[in-house]
T-cell receptor, first 109, second 113 residues
Framework: QKEVEQNSGPLSVPEGAIASLNCTYS??????FFWYRQYSGKSPELIMS????GDKEDGRFTAQLNKASQYVSLLIRDSQPSDSATYLC?????????FGTGTKLQVIP | ETGVTQSPTHLIKTRGQQVTLRCSSQ?????VSWYQQALGQGPQFIFQ???????GRGNFPPRFSGLQFPNYSSELNVNALELDDSALYLC????????????FGNGTRLTVT
């Protein structure tokens, strides 16, 4: 069973702090990786895509990929209450994208 | 650019009934994937359609079936509904080639009573 694993949380951080979200995946053949944000009752929204080892930055978000360790992370700088949501990590292997169960982030004002 | 649209937004059905959910893909995308998301869980892959054919399937029984049309829109059909089928059903479109991410519609909330 190909899996993507995340800590379900909740992860609580104060407003303005850095939130660090982590994810591991089991299929070494996975080719690309994604972070989605999902507000309660809504559908997932793509935040970041990362395809090669290293860091990728987009505004307040930085995704990190380490294929040797099968590890993906997402850093959110200057966290805002509006960042409070569930963050889903996903890995693509050919046509199939597998999701983790998500980490719930709470940003405390 | 038109995003992914799904209909209906909510649906209530009785156990044993059949349901059809619909999805229009984002303009320019040629692949549609369907996911089931139970409360508190991540989306689970049901299947993917490309060029009107099923192109990969997750661990779902045959009573889950689908179609893709020439305009890349798609349907998900579920027969003999069970209580455990109650979930948020998500349609996502993408490009088949390369490392394209999924772009989700707003989902259909199905409740089976």
């Amino acid at each position: 069973q190909k899996e993507v694993e995340q800590n379900s949380g909740p992860l609580s951080v104060p407003e303005g702090a850095i939130a660090s979200l982590n994810c591991t995946y089991s299929d070494r053949g996975s080719q690309s990786f994604f972070w989605y944000r999902q507000y309660s009752g809504k559908s997932p929204e793509l935040i970041m895509s990362i395809y090669s080892n290293g860091d990728k930055e987009d505004g307040r978000f930085t995704a990190q990929l380490n294929k040797a360790s099968q590890y993906v992370s997402l850093l959110i700088r200057d966290s805002q209450p509006s960042d409070s949501a569930t963050y889903l990590c996903a890995a693509r292997y050919y046509q199939k994208v597998t999701f983790g169960t998500g980490t719930k982030l709470q940003v405390i004002p | 650019e038109t995003g992914v649209t799904q209909s209906p937004t909510h649906l209530i059905k009785t156990r044993g009934q059949q349901v059809t959910l619909r999805c229009s893909s984002q303009s320019g995308h040629n692949t549609v994937s369907w996911y089931q998301q139970a409360l508190g869980q991540g989306p689970q892959f049901i299947f993917q359609y490309y060029r009107e054919e099923e192109n990969g399937r997750g661990n779902f029984p045959p009573r889950f079936s689908g179609l893709q049309f020439p305009n890349y829109s798609s349907e998900l059909n579920v027969n003999a509904l069970e209580l455990d089928d109650s979930a948020l059903y998500l349609c996502a479109s993408s490009f088949r080639q390369g490392e394209s991410p999924l772009h989700f519609g707003n989902g259909t909330r199905l409740t089976v009573t």
